[in-house]
């Protein structure tokens, strides 16, 4: 099993002058965020926030402004000190660090992508990508060599003597992003990295970072307030709604089995296409009972982990059923046409 390098349990952030009172009150008397607010003047920023995340795996917190998410990962490398709760990342409990082991950790161990990327102005392409390694005591030569590595990695070749303000905003979040793997650290926290650039480019960008990760399967924490976003890029997604996790699961199930009517407004129209799988649709083999008589032996055959876009594909080549397959190529499933039709219109048969 795939060890968890982040861990939080019950996370809490109560800003305001009184918040230690305020957090007794909520655990005593279970306040909710307008009762703190009224009662002691403090805004629960998170509220009793747990998840863990796995090695090389990108999970994605999405919600809309002010839902906590980025406060919540400004806690992941103590940016934030939170009022209550536990955070591990990579075995270290980070609220028993001492300043220098959390300076230690942030400079190796953590990577962190704004969505104002804050570059030195005064300073080269070269020189800002190479600036964690100066801060580590890292000699010139081997500043240069590794800002070097990371900009042909993030296809800025070519610019490394430019300044920040001869980039364009996408070519600076590159910047940013070679920044912060040039400490080659082994978790990534991404703040809405890509939230303020056009569409194009901010889906290249994307393109390239799941490129990147792909290659370096860094344990990456990605903030975003868009659903889109969230489901193209996230292993597993937790959105979030006034400070709280309302729900964690796959792309494919936050789609289909959303937990309450917010996520279901949050995926109301989202294509369903490229996130529900053949195996979330289909009817067990043994369980299928046809309306007519089928020959299994003439019916196409899928993986379970076909999506919707292609099983249509396949169904409309034939009058048959899809006989779907495990990994070992058994015969497990059935999907018709009225199962399609329910998988497209629902997600689930």
Known sequence: MTEDVITL??????????????????????????????????????????????????????????????TMVRHLNRLIEPTAGKINVMGND????????????????????????????????????????????EPKSHRWEVSQRCLDRVNLTGYEDRFPSELSGGMQQRVGLARALASDPDVLLMDEPFSALDPLIRRQLQDQFMALSAELH???VFITHDLD???????????????????????????????????????DGISKLKLVFAHSIMVPIDEYKPSRPVNFDESPRAHHGTDLDHLIDI?????????????????????????????????KA
């Open 94 to 137: 980070m609220l028993n660090l001492s300043d220098n082991e959390l300076r230690e950790m942030r400079a190796r161990n953590i990577g962190m992508v704004f969505q104002h990327m804050a570059l030195l102005p005064h300073r080269t392409v070269r020189d800002n990508v190479g600036f964690p390694l100066q801060v580590r005591g």
């Open 9 to 70: 349990e019950g996370v809490w952030k109560i800003f305001g002058t009184n918040a230690d009172v305020a957090m007794k009150a909520v655990r005593e008397r279970g306040l909710s965020k307008p009762e703190v607010l009224q009662e002691f003047g403090c805004v629960v920023g998170i509220a009793d926030v747990s998840f863990s995340v796995k090695k090389g795996e990108i999970f994605c917190v999405m919600g809309l402004s002010g839902s906590g998410k980025s």
């Open 218 to 220: 860094k344990t990456t």
């Open 315 to 347: 169904a409309i080549t034939t009058d048959n059923v899809i006989i779907i397959t495990a990994d070992d190529g058994a015969d497990i499933g059935v999907v018709d046409r009225s199962t399609l039709l329910k998988g497209i219109q629902g997600g």
């Open 229 to 267: 976003e969230a489901i193209r890029i996230g292993n597993r997604i937790a959105i979030m709604k006034d400070g709280r996790i309302v729900q964690i699961g796959t792309p494919e199930e936050i789609v289909t089995q959303p937990a309450d009517d917010y996520v279901r407004d949050f995926v």
